[in-house]
């Protein structure tokens, strides 16, 4: 018999260690308007997190005050895990008064543990690089991006690349 999934508390340091240590592809984030962490155990081993934070986007941000954004979430694949934190983080925003919550994946990712928890996918973009003279940034993954939605915000549905 397999052991229960247990939501847990989790603060920002545990969140972006556990991140750092563990995601495929990137480390915790650097600047995301940080709200909250949830963390995920089996047998009181902690299996997962997910972060939530301000929209990544900021025309987003100014925009969509009751929208927000999981900006990172990690887990150690265990089955379920993931759609249990993001089923997780969307009762968490709604109780604190979003309407909205988003995310992205990579385009190569099936996006199967988001459809579990509800979200729909709204588009993908066209990718690029996020640095500007302005604003230096280093790139870590440029290529195209799905945006994936559950909520009332509707008219988010609209691409901010296509207008």
């Not at 301000?54 to 990690?74: H, I, N």
């Not at 089955?79 to 968490?92: G, I, N």
């Not at 992205?104 to 928890?117: C, I, Q």
Request: charged content about 25%; proline content about 5%.
């Amino acid at each position: 018999m397999s052991e229960t999934l247990e939501l847990c508390p989790m603060d920002r340091s545990a969140a972006y260690a556990f991140i750092d240590k563990h995601h495929r592809h990137l480390g915790a984030p650097k600047r995301t308007g940080y709200k909250f962490a949830i963390g995920l155990e089996r047998g009181g081993v902690l299996i997962g997190c997910a972060v939530v934070g301000k929209p990544q986007s900021r025309m987003r941000r100014g925009t969509y005050p009751y929208l927000a954004e999981v900006t990172r979430l990690c887990t150690d694949g265990t089955p379920h895990a993931s759609s249990k934190l993001y089923a997780a983080c969307w009762r968490a925003v709604r109780a604190m008064g979003f309407r909205a919550l988003g995310t992205y994946t990579l385009e190569t990712e099936s996006g199967v543990s988001l459809r579990a928890a509800g979200y729909r996918l709204l588009y993908t973009t066209k990718g690029g690089t996020w640095n500007r003279r302005s604003r230096p940034r280093l790139d870590v993954c440029t290529g195209p991006k799905q945006f994936w939605l559950i909520g009332t915000e509707l008219e988010l549905a609209r691409s901010p690349e296509t207008g």
